[in-house]
């Protein structure tokens, strides 16, 4: 039962994904793509279950690792985002 | 009532006063209509369209003059004819009562009320009886088709294989109703058309009709509660001709409409800026017949100097007769709809009526305007 | 389980937030807020997460967290703004690489199905590519690497080979889940081909390979949420991984390519098809057409009879206008002979109050064409026919030409192929870098127009 | 398990295809064949049911899909093109229906939770609403019942407390389940919920209120969904509340009227407001417009100074043009001294190539006027004053006017408050039908065009 | 855990549901009403199974109603949506 | 190479064969100009723009002609200057040869090469050199001018306070390169334009420019090579006459351009169609010199018939010298640079090429052009 859900969850994730982005000015290729890339690094939470779970060292090393991969890609990829939309407001003021 | 249309007096003068299709009207409103033979003759308007409109046609003019409470013309009358006028009949018609003092104290002498259409005001309200704008507007047209073609290039920009020919600049001081339409119409036959006039309003106008409007920094300048100018300082127009003097020397066609109103015209075109011009540039003065604001133009023709041709013909609306007696006829008519009084099928003649007010000169042997009482002290 | 609950809930909120976040980020009003939501969402969902009953230890978290920070918040202040796009395949590759850990770490948790291995093996292989590949379009961008495509024969069969061995190794893997040699191998392999598949690709296209491969770490996370049976892990990882391949696609389109046609024509190697594409008309569509020019920032103009037939200038002028809103800096070039009589141009272009300084000649027009990302050809033909400069046997060889086909792009707006007064086959329309924009030019440019709404 | 795990996917499959459906049945091109897929999807979806181990005995369900099957075929074919929204209401109602059984029966069914309870409540709640509801729309529609608003003091409240006593009646339902009692109160209540919300709309409303109703069933299904554990009925229902939704709100921006204020503003004393709405400006967004205008199907222009000022001719020529092709007729009123300049508008217009057969004097356009369903007064203002008409103390009084204050719906174009010439207040501005598109002309229209796009 | 996932499902279909609909033209209101209005005679689904419990009375002559009503929600709603829309095609023909 | 430009001898001719922006650039190709003095004076070039270009002025007529190796001119030249000429030396201009018989004969007894500027091709490739089509088009636009000037109405629409003045109607028939610009021209002052010509594909290229385009089917009708149109049959041409005559009365302006090339221009206007119309209308027969569209048009004048003004004025183009000088001065110069040999700095005369081919009338002797000698037999 509960594959079936995720599977449901899953289609519908992904058309929503589709719906989402209709137009993007080009100005915002980058930012935007960016910024969707660090979404990705949710990736973060599952490093965190693997890295907390003290049982076996192994998974621990990967863990660890997996949390400072991901923790850098979401860190930075926020910030780098936020200071490519700050100059882009400036730069084009008015602009549509 | 009877309202009575003589003809024209004045030779070339092509315009009526009154077109059958406003006869109508009029007798619609309950008056009868008397008109000259050969009325509309010049203006294309025949006598049996008058007749089809219910008009009668008098034998004699005095006929007309001697029995009608109402004279409708467009030119001034001769002064001799005043008095074969009825008393406290209502004549009107352009009067330029600012200069036509002995005209107007005849038509007090004879107890004549007299309505001059000059002094219609430019209040929202009246503009359907304004005919100063009406016929403003048609010569404003007027100016640019006959500078065209006096030019002997054309006005609008062609790219072709035989070389480019480069747009004509047109530049127009004053851009009150005439300079408007002369502005619209450059514009339309795809000239490069600049502007000036003091009024700093003038400016968004010039704007709304796609062309460029020349900044000259006059500090400031006053208008009238009717949207006239008001005379400029000898400092200011010494500042708007040296600034100007550039834009002429770069103009094909120059068109001047600047009026004041009641004033001698200002003189923007001296001589020397003539010289600057390039050969077979034309001028158009349109003030030529008042003073001019050209230097050298001459009322009623066109003159050359420095192998520039400076166009004064005036009574431009004339050139498009038609037109401009409809329009002229279209105001005489809203006039009198306006004043009318149904019940007593007569021309309510009420002096507290702003509008009337300010255009009724003569009234029961009175010089009731203001203006113009004060100007002949 | 409350526990659990409660995490769960939290975790839509953060989805909710993603989503927000991201509908946000696709317009420049709300870009940057967009942005902070997403980013609020994130925290949200680390945070709850601590709180699983399954972490006992925090101590490493603890240290990969400050280490991972320490460097994100370093790189993002450091690099300068030029830089950015290399900057974001390399957090792009990081995130890849996590997801593979996370996969490979998730083999040693307690319960493991076969489904659970096979996402595992998906979070390794999309991970594994998107870590490479993102390094190699790094090292591409930042010019470490050379920006040339590297072609070699037989790499189309060489990825292909490489895909199965994958497969295959996966296969083993599912059956012997005990014996990690196979998982090596799938790591490996992965990695390499993420390689093989990024080379081949100039240097040029690397914006949108990085927003592919973006959209794949977005896949990664997905089967690695899969993998260690994780909610918002794969629901905000297909998030990523489809509004990804939109962008990679509205991207593709704005360089005047297809998306199918960067994902399987083995990438560089389309300039060559293009180059050898003569005899090939490629139609374009008016919202396709938008992209183009939404992103050139020189575009010119080159009206003809057609223009005047589809009384189009109008909304011509309204175009123009908009593209100069929009920052780019836009020119008419009239050819003296365009239309059916002198200056038919002009009458039109005037009474549409087009203003006479944006009027190139010929002339003026030719020296100056490399500049234009965009030369649009509005309803003409001969005037722009390149055969009476490179032809000597055409009837009209000789007659100066407008040289639109030197500009970047050239859309051509015409009904049909049919050939112009001269009667004559036009070669430009088979250029590989002409679009035919077919259709009655005022409808065409109409509809471009209002492409640019909202 | 495999059996529901194959019903399940299935139900993915169905899912799948209502979520094209909805989508193509929102374009005119792909309307039908997105129609065509979500009955598939149903079809998919109920078939596939009959395999749920839970069934065992088919024969009273054959007998309810032939008898339902006869009248929705025999109901579909007989009535009128001209009935189909009463048709669409009655069907709506029937389905509400149709949940607010299944809900109950719900009750009956083995394993039930607080949880489960709850939604067996919502989906009667709902389902009772949309029932009952539906079907007043239907009698209205069909004018079976007055059409006219039924309005009594103290209405809200009695909703309120009718929200109040279901609430009440559901919680002592989930207390002590074994209990009818309480359910058919909850019936009841929400039943007579549903009229009461529907009586005091006005007929021309109904089709806002059945498309919302449509979406309530929708949420409905969901909650039934719930109710008895099934993804399907979830998902769907979800989907068709949620666009239902969408739905609605377009349909109120077609009618010039905002959802909140269709929701909760008592519906019908919405024309009380606007009534006494004088003294009040409302502004309108460039999208609101467009709403309006793509539904409206007789159109006046009435350009002023303003126009010209922006030098929106042309780009009101291209609204015009699009108006037309949109199957709306379209006019311009023009003022003898709107502008500044006798023939002022004829200019731009002429250069706008507007045709002269479309220019209406006034004393053309004001007759008609009442037949309007937009007049767009773009820049003008004194020549559109009614105090000119109905003020004596007006400066500007016995100058006729246009009198668009007489069309169904003014739209003025102008950047601000100011007056014009004559520097006199516009009543105009605080009339309830008249909406105010603050904004350069050329700008405003520009947007409204833009918004035909796509 | 499943009532969670249920949750995530309603939570992405709402949004899915909002972003699918952009701009109707207005001749197509009533047709989209009457089409999503079918779909959401998906009821049926329900009404089905408890139709077919078949050891209830109640509950069976529950479901069967509620059968009759859903397919006369679903049958009816396709086929008029159909109608509209044929006539619909012919009518605006060639219009956007 | 001696490139020699004598003054246009016929009277009110203001145009100018050169203007010194090509002197210039003839000069740049390597040849000498040789100018009369006062050249320009006319069309507002004056002699030292000229000199200043690099051309030299000639202190006599006769030097010009006697020196030159290639002569400029507009105009035809009078027949007694053929002989002045050197033998063997290239004539270009306007040369009528269809019907100036004894001048072509002139040229081939002095070995004189003629090159007649109204035999060039009408292809993509010779447009640059088609003087016909630069004169033709300033022509189209002069006459709505002088139309427009005449017409006693405006042509725009004008919906004022003083009543509403329609739109002017003009129908313009013959729909070449002149009438082209005609349509354009009257469509930019406003007026609403109905056009027609045989030549089916005109229709478009009439609604091209915004304009209406009067349906007559006249069955088929057919164009040369070149582009002009092949005389109609004395049927076809009724039908047209009939259709055209409602459209002509209700035309407040019509402007007839058809020409057949080196026939008789048809006349489309008779008298009592004229009768029809509005008293003040105006036509324009741009054909007039040729023999005239319109029946009772005078070559060189206007004249009243029934209250319509016809214009008959020809050589429209002389209106606006300047711009007619540079275009035609700039085709003279595209045909000198097309066969201009760069290496002896000559003008090669390859009789192969098509454009010479077919605009080459006289060479060395011979009649080498087949229209004309074929005419002559
Ligand atoms: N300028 C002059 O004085 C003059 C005079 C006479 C002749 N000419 C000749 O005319 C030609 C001018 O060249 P040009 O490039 O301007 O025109 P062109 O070569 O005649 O080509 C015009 C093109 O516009 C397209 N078109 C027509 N209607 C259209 C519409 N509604 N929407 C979109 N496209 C449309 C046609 O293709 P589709 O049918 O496929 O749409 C046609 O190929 C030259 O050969 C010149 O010699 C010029
Ligand atoms: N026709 C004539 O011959 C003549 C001559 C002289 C005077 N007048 C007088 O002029 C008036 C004409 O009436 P009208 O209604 O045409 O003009 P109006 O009453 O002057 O009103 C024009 C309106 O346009 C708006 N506007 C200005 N620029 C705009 C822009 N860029 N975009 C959008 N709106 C803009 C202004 O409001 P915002 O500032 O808020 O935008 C202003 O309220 C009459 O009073 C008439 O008497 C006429
Ligand atoms: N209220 C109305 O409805 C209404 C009706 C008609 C006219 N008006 C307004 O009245 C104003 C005057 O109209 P008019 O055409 O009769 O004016 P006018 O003929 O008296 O003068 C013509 C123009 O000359 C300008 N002028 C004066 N001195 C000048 C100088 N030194 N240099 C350049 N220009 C100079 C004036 O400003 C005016 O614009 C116009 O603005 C017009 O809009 C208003
Ligand atoms: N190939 C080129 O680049 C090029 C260059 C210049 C002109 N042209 C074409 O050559 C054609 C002729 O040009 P033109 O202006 O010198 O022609 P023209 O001056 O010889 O004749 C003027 C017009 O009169 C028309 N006409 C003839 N009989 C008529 C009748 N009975 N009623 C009405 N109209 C009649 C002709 O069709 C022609 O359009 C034009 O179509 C023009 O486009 C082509």
């Not at chain 2, 005919?131 to 100016?143: F, K, M, N, R």
């Not at chain 2, 054309?154 to 851009?175: Q, R, Y």
């Not at chain 3, 000649?361 to 990302?373: I, V």
Request: glycine share 8%; charged share 15%.
């Amino acid at each position: 039962m509960e594959a079936v859900l995720l599977i449901f969850i899953l289609m519908l994730a992904i058309f929503l994904g589709f719906e989402l982005i209709n137009k993007v000015p080009s100005s915002l290729h980058t930012p935007l793509m960016s910024g969707s890339n660090a979404i990705s690094g949710i990736t973060l939470v599952g490093a965190l279950i693997s890295a907390g779970e003290g049982n076996n060292t192994f998974t621990i090393v990967l863990g660890t690792l997996a949390v400072i991969f991901a923790t850098m890609n979401v860190v930075g990829g926020y910030l780098v985002t936020d200071r490519m939309l700050a100059m882009f407001r400036k730069k084009t003021g008015g602009a549509k | 009532m009877l309202i009575g249309v003589p003809k024209e007096m004045q030779p070339g003068e092509n315009r009526v006063s009154l077109i059958p299709a406003d006869v109508k009207k009029l007798i619609g409103l309950g008056a009868k209509v008397l008109i000259e033979k050969d009325l509309g003759h010049n203006a294309n308007f025949a006598d049996d369209e008058y007749l089809v409109a219910g008009a009668e046609i008098a034998d004699a003019r005095d006929e007309i003059l001697k029995n009608a409470d109402i004279i409708l013309r467009l030119r001034k009358p001769p002064i001799t004819e005043v008095g074969l006028m009825k008393p406290n009949s209502l004549h009107i018609s352009y009067l330029d009562p600012y200069n036509e003092n002995d005209l107007t104290e005849e038509f007090r002498q004879h107890r004549i009320t007299a309505l001059s259409m000059e002094m219609i005001p430019r209040t929202t309200r009246a503009q359907k009886m304004d005919a100063l704008s009406s016929q403003a507007s048609l010569a404003g047209y007027v100016t640019v088709l006959l500078a065209a073609e006096k030019l002997p290039r054309i006005l609008p920009m062609m790219m072709t294989p035989a070389g480019t020919l480069k747009p004509a600049n047109v530049f127009i001081i004053g851009v009150g109703v005439a300079g408007l339409q002369a502005i619209a119409t450059a514009k339309r036959l795809g000239a490069r058309v600049t502007a000036f006039d003091p009024r700093s309003e003038t400016a968004e106008q010039v704007h709304s009709l796609g062309a460029k409007f020349l900044d000259i920094d006059l500090g400031d300048t006053a208008q009238t509660k009717d949207g006239y100018a008001v005379e400029l300082t000898p400092a200011q127009l010494d500042i708007q001709k040296q600034t100007q003097k550039e834009q002429i020397a770069k103009s094909d066609i120059v068109i001047t409409t600047a009026q004041v109103f009641g004033r001698r015209p200002p003189v923007l075109i001296t001589k020397e800026m003539l010289a600057g011009m390039r050969n077979g540039s034309v001028i158009v003065d349109m003030a030529a017949e008042t003073g001019g604001n050209v230097e050298g133009s001459t009322a009623g023709k066109t003159v050359e100097i420095d192998g520039v041709s400076i166009i004064g013909d005036g009574n431009w609306a004339n050139y498009v007769a038609c037109d401009a007696s409809q329009m002229y006829s279209s105001n005489l008519f809203s006039l009198i709809e306006e004043f009318w009084d149904k019940e007593q099928n007569k021309f309510k003649l009420d002096l507290t009526d702003d509008i009337l007010h300010s255009c009724v000169i003569t009234h029961q042997g009175e010089i009731v305007n203001e203006r113009i009482k004060n100007l002949n002290k | 389980m409350d526990n659990t609950l409660l995490i769960n809930l939290c975790y839509v909120a953060a989805a909710v937030l993603f989503i927000f976040g991201l509908k946000e980020l696709g317009s420049p009003a709300t870009a940057r807020r967009g942005n902070l939501l997403s980013s609020v969402g994130m925290l949200i969902a680390v945070f709850v997460t601590l709180f699983d009953k399954n972490i006992l230890d925090f101590k490493w978290i603890l240290l990969g967290i400050i280490i991972g920070s320490l460097i994100g918040v370093f790189a993002a202040r450091a690099v300068a703004m030029t830089a950015m796009p290399e900057m974001v395949a390399l957090l792009n590759g990081s995130g890849g690489l996590a997801s593979l850990l996370v996969g490979f770490a998730a083999i040693f948790l307690d319960v493991n199905t076969t489904f659970t291995y096979i996402t595992i093996i998906l979070s390794i292989l999309i991970g594994g590519i998107t870590f490479s590949g993102s390094f190699i379009a790094w090292g591409k961008l930042s010019e470490r690497i050379s920006g040339k495509p590297v072609l070699f024969g037989g790499q189309q069969i060489l990825n292909l080979i490489l895909v199965l061995a994958i497969i295959a190794a996966g296969v083993m893997f599912t059956l012997q889940p005990e014996n990690l040699f196979y998982i090596y191998i799938v790591i490996g392999l992965s990695l390499l081909l993420g390689i093989m598949v990024v080379i081949p690709i100039g240097g040029a296209d690397m914006p949108v390979v990085i927003s592919l491969l973006n959209s794949y770490s977005g896949l990664a996370a997905c089967a690695a949420g899969f993998a260690i049976n994780n909610i918002i892990l794969i629901v905000a990882g297909a998030l990523v991984g489809a509004s990804g391949i939109i962008l990679t696609n509205i991207m593709c389109k704005a360089m005047n390519r297809s998306l199918s046609n960067v994902l399987f024509s083995g990438f560089g190697s389309v300039k060559q098809i293009a180059g050898t594409a003569v005899g090939e008309v490629k139609p374009i569509s008016p919202e396709d057409a938008y992209y183009v020019l939404e992103s050139a920032s020189n575009v010119l103009i080159v009206p003809g009879y057609g223009l005047a037939v589809a009384q189009a200038q109008h909304v011509v002028k309204e175009l123009q206008e908009l593209l100069e809103k929009n920052g780019a800096e836009v020119f008419y070039a009239v050819h003296p002979v365009a239309g059916r009589m002198p200056g038919h141009m002009n009458v039109l272009l005037a009474e549409a109050d087009v203003s006479y300084d944006l009027l190139l000649e010929m002339e003026q027009a030719n020296p100056r064409m490399e500049t234009f990302d965009v030369a649009m050809v509005i309803g003409a033909n001969d005037v722009v026919n390149p055969d009476s400069r490179d032809n000597e046997t055409s009837p009209i060889y000789g007659m100066p030409i407008i040289n639109v086909d030197y500009a970047r792009t050239v859309f051509v707006l015409k009904r049909s192929m049919a050939s112009g007064f001269a009667g004559i086959e036009n070669p430009l329309f088979f250029k590989p870098n002409t679009r035919m924009l077919f259709g009655d030019a005022k409808e065409s440019i109409g509809s471009v127009v209002r492409e640019f709404g909202n």
